[in-house]
């Protein structure tokens, strides 16, 4: 198991901000891919934002504009900026990994258990 560390959700009001943090907390062979998923009640799992190793980044049309993905390749650490939320925002947030445990050992979707963020009105 390599455990995917995530932290930063909780209560915010509509409008304001959060800021979620993702770590890979073990030594392994290479990252590729990360991103972030969010799952709302009764929702199916959807992507949030992912960022690619050259930085390429790709968002969902529903925070287009209000969230930042970037990454610390150093850190093994990715980060979501989320501005101006809104209640509709309210859901389980998970981080998404695709990455090499070893040269040889790739695991291509690797989740973290997900932090709570709640937008209230």
């Known amino acids: 198991q390599v455990p995917l560390v995530e932290s930063g959700g909780g209560l915010v009001q509509a409008g304001g901000s959060l800021r979620l943090t993702c770590t890979v907390s073990e030594s392994i062979f290479s990252i590729n891919t990360m991103g972030w998923y969010r799952q709302a009640p009764g929702k199916q799992r959807e992507l949030v934002a992912d960022i690619s190793t050259d930085g390429s980044t790709n968002y969902a049309d529903s925070v287009k504009g209000r969230a930042t993905i970037s990454r610390d390749n150093a850190k093994n650490t990715v980060y979501l900026q989320l501005n101006s939320l809104k209640p509709e925002d309210t859901a389980i947030y998970y981080c998404?990994?695709?990455?090499?445990?070893?040269?040889?050992?790739?695991?291509?979707?690797?989740w973290g258990q997900g932090t709570q963020v709640t937008v209230s009105a």
């Open positions: 998404n990994a695709d990455l090499y445990v070893s040269s040889f050992l790739r695991i291509p979707n690797y």
